[in-house]
Nanobody, 117 residues
């Protein structure tokens, strides 16, 4: 059974930082491309970041580039999203996910991030 368990998040003032974690189980973690997504109230879920199996390469949405950093620790079966210089528009529920081929098939439970102005 594949599980993604998220932690982190919370309430922070604009300009602050938060780190999200996502621990995977039920698959060989090091073989999976991982992604982070977010969904703000009244909006569709959007891509935030993606990381390759080895962690060598990352891709970011333009809206977070230069502020967010995605990383992974394959020994701990965990991916992270370090979020700096947070803005009120970053407020959303954040989800980690496992990519299977061209789609994301397994999702974490979601973590609320709220940035106050």
């Amino acid at each position: 059974q594949v599980q993604l368990v998220q932690s982190g998040g919370g309430l922070v003032q604009a300009g602050g930082s938060l780190r999200l974690s996502c621990e995977a189980s039920g698959r060989t973690f090091s073989r999976d491309v991982m992604g982070w997504f977010r969904q703000a109230p009244g909006k569709e879920r959007e891509f935030v970041a993606r990381i390759t199996r080895s962690g060598t390469n990352t891709v970011y949405a333009d809206s977070v580039k230069g502020r967010f950093t995605m990383s992974r620790d394959n020994a701990k079966n965990t991916v992270y999203l370090q979020m700096n210089s947070l803005k009120p528009e970053d407020t959303a529920i954040y989800y980690c996910a496992i990519a299977i081929g061209s789609s994301y098939d397994y999702w974490g439970q979601g973590t609320q991030v709220t940035v106050s102005s």
